[in-house]
T-cell receptor
C-alpha cells in the first residue's frame, strides 16, 4: 500500500519568503507528526495531530511556524518569513494511533538562501 | 529536547560480523523504537519494544530494554553491506512524541 508522501521533495527559497510543505499520511492513520532534522542530528519533534486538532505543538520553534490538518488527513506545515536557520529536512510521520510505530515519509529538504 | 543518546556514534565492521549499538534515555517512557535511515532521508521503522518488555527479536535484529538503567541495545547479527545506514533510537513519552538520539553511523565493509 501507499506510504507517507511529502511534497515537494526539495524546496529552495530566499530569506524572508513564505513556504508550505505538504504531507499525505497513510490512509486511516489518525495520528500525524512533523519533525525537523538538521545535518548530523536526529529528528526533532515539532507538532503532533490527533485527527484534525493539534494535540501537541510544543515543538514548534516560534510563531513563524504553523501547521494545519483541516480534514484529518493531509497536513500542511507553513513557515513564514523564513530564515537561513530554518534550512533542514522536514519529516512527516503517521501512525494508526498515538502509541504505535510511526511511519515516516521521505522528507522535504528545505534550503533558505 | 532529545532524550536518546546512542553509543557508539560511528561503527565500521566487516560483513558477517555483529553490530551492537546502545541507547540511554532520561525519563519514563511508553515504548522505545529503533529506526534506520539511509542517505539522510526517509526513516524506516525497525522494531518497537514496550516499557514492560525486556527483549524482542525481528529477523537479524535483537533489541533489549533495561528500564532500571534507562537503556536499550540494538544488535544486528550477520551484518550485510545493505545494513550500512544511520540507526536511531527514539523514546515515546508524554503526549505521544518521539525523542530521537543523534544516531549511530554504521558502515559494513563487504
Amino acid at each position: 500500500g501507499a506510504g507517507v508522501s511529502q511534497t515537494p521533495s526539495n524546496k529552495v527559497t530566499e530569506k524572508g519568503k513564505y513556504v508550505e510543505l505538504r504531507c499525505d499520511p497513510i490512509s486511516g492513520h489518525t495520528a500525524l507528526y512533523w519533525y525537523r532534522q538538521s545535518l548530523g542530528q536526529g529528528p526533532e519533534f515539532l507538532i503532533y495531530f490527533q485527527g484534525t486538532g493539534a494535540a501537541d505543538d510544543s515543538g514548534l520553534p516560534n510563531d513563524r511556524f504553523f501547521a494545519v490538518r483541516p480534514e484529518g488527513s493531509v497536513s500542511t506545515l507553513k513557515i513564514q518569513r523564513t530564515e537561513r536557520g530554518d534550512s533542514a529536512v522536514y519529516l512527516c510521520a503517521s501512525s494508526i494511533t498515538g502509541y504505535n510505530e510511526q511511519f515516516f515519509g521521505p522528507g522535504t529538504r528545505l534550503t533558505v538562501l | 529536547s532529545q532524550q536518546g543518546e546512542e553509543d557508539p556514534q560511528a561503527l565500521s565492521i566487516q560483513e558477517g560480523e555483529n553490530a551492537t549499538m546502545n541507547c540511554s534515555y532520561k525519563t519514563s517512557i511508553n515504548n522505545l523504537q529503533w529506526y534506520r535511515q539511509n542517505s539522510g532521508r526517509g526513516l524506516v521503522h525497525l522494531i518497537l519494544i514496550r516499557s514492560n518488555e525486556r527483549e524482542k527479536h525481528s529477523g537479524r535484529l535483537r533489541v533489549t530494554l533495561d528500564t532500571s538503567k534507562k537503556s536499550s541495545s540494538l544488535l544486528i547479527t550477520a551484518s550485510r553491506a545493505a545494513d550500512t545506514a544511520s540507526y536511531f533510537c527514539a523514546t515515546l513519552y508524554g503526549n505521544n512524541r518521539l525523542a530521537f538520539g543523534k544516531g549511530n553511523q554504521v558502515v559494513v565493509i563487504p
